[in-house]
Each structure stands twice: as structure tokens, then as C-alpha cells.
């Protein structure tokens, strides 16, 4: 198993692949993974020259630990194939699928990317991928494309297009991604997947962007899609357990390994009930809490 598979990814910002003064040095604002784009930001004759430009950054610039996903032309392009060998060829560590609408869609580039790690004598399963759902379609299959490949992180859903589908507009208030996001995280945690949000791509509603990312935290939500270094702390924030959220984490920890031991299944933390169905949630935390760099405990 790939150990990045469930890699902390609480923020993951956009790149245009045909800007080098963008995709140089982005690990300053040190997000947690940065998705460097051949679609949608590149336009149709230069795919050629974001590929080269993509491949150089790749293999000059050490990105110091910040995840480098590629975003890649969606299956009903002529490019995807090219793209997939560059990415390969690169060696990034994860591929963003556009306008996934089944699994066979994954399945698809899994193969073209198996094919490719031959080509270039890249170690099989070191390369990530993940599917973005667009469409009422995608949205639909959301638990079969979770299933779809052990290489397969996560989904993310992508807003804009998903709205076209939708015959609607991105409204600001959320109301349009209500069904959206709650297929996507229940199909995501049932195939034991991450689940990824959309962008917010107002700069001017800082607010805004906050209470649509605490929105989706809550949710169950394991990141954000964003356009912006501006947006980078709030998210961190947002998805990294309080000092508060890590004590009770411990005490849970604790007195569930304490009492299991002794055979009693109820006890109480704080002055609360608390049973066995809250250790995962509180070890959870505390995962969270090591990858995020703000626990250095022993549980």
C-alpha cells in the first residue's frame, strides 16, 4: 500500500502549469498539496508547452514536502494520454481525473499510467490518483468511482461544471451542493476514501470562504480545492484539531484503553457519557493532530 494514500490533504491549491512563476516556488505558503493544471487553465494550443514546463518542475524544484498532484485533460480530449506520460514521466505523486462518471473512467488511466510506469521504469503504485466529480452523473456513481482502484485517494467535487449539469448557478449560499457533497462524503467514508470540497473563488468574501469551509469540516469533509495562498491559513485552521479538541481526544484515548481493559464499556470524560463508538473519532483526532504538527504525544 502506498503510504500517501491518507496523507494529510486539507488544502490543495490550483496552479496553471503555463505560468513558471507560479509553479516555482508555491511550498512557501506551504499548503498541503498543490495541484498543478493542464486543463482547464491551459489554453488549447500551449498544452504542449504547460507539459514541458510541468515536466521541469517536476524534476528541478523540491517542493519540500508539499504533495504534487496534476490535474490532467478529461477523457474525451486528445491530451490525456500525453498528459498521463508526463505525469509519469515527472514521477508526481497523484493524478487528478476531470469529469469522472464511473469507475471506468478510473480504471481507464490506471491502466494508461501502468503503461507508462513501464515505459519511463517508474516503480509501480508510486503514483497516486484521485477523481473529480463534475457532473449529476459523477455524482451519482460516487460510491462505485470510490471503489474503483486501490490507488484511488480521494474525490473532490468540482463546482462549476457541476452546476452547468445542475442547470442552476453557484448561488453563494451552498444550497445548490446540499445533495452533492452529502452523496460524495457518505460514498467516500463507506469505500474508506478521502472527500474534498469545491473552490470558493470570491477573494473579496474572506467570511464567506470561512463559513463555507467550517460548513464542509463539519460535514465530514477531509479538505478544501482553493485558488489562493490567501486561503491557506483559515483552511489549516479550520481542519486542524484544536488544543482543546486534542486534550479530550487524550482523555478518550485514555480511559477507553483503561476501562476496555477492566471489561466497562460506559464511563464518563468531562461529565459526559462516553462509550466504546468514540474512540475512533478521538484517535482520529489525534492522527490529525501528529500530521498537522501540533502533537507530539505517545498515543
Known sequence: MNPNLNRLRRSMMFLNCQKP???KDPYIYKPDSIMLDLEDAVAENQKDAARYSLYHALQEIDYRGVERVV?????????WKEDVRVCV?????????????SAQDVVTIEKAMEEAEEEFGVEKGSILLMAA????????NAYEICQSSPLLFGVA??????TKDLQTTISGTGVEFTWARGMMINAARAAGVQCFDTVFTNLDDM??????????????????SIVNPRQIEPTHKIFTPT????????KIVK?????????????TVDGKMIDIAFYPGAKRTIELAKAAGVYEGDL
Do not use: W
Request: glycine share 14%; charged share 35%; hydrophobic share 35%.
Open 21 to 23: 512563476g507560479l509553479i
Open 71 to 79: 490535474r490532467i485533460n478529461g477523457l474525451d480530449t486528445p491530451h
Open 89 to 101: 514521466a515527472g514521477r508526481c505523486d497523484s493524478i487528478r481525473i476531470p469529469k469522472v462518471e
Open 133 to 140: 466529480l463534475e457532473s449529476c452523473k459523477g455524482v451519482i
Open 157 to 162: 467535487l468540482s463546482g462549476g461544471d457541476y
Open 207 to 224: 467570511d464567506g470562504f470561512i463559513a463555507e469551509t467550517k460548513m464542509i469540516k463539519a460535514m465530514g469533509f477531509d479538505g478544501k
Open 243 to 250: 488544543e482543546k479538541e486534542i486534550i479530550k481526544a487524550e
Open 255 to 267: 480511559e477507553v484503553d483503561e476501562k476496555k481493559a477492566l471489561g466497562i464499556g460506559v464511563f
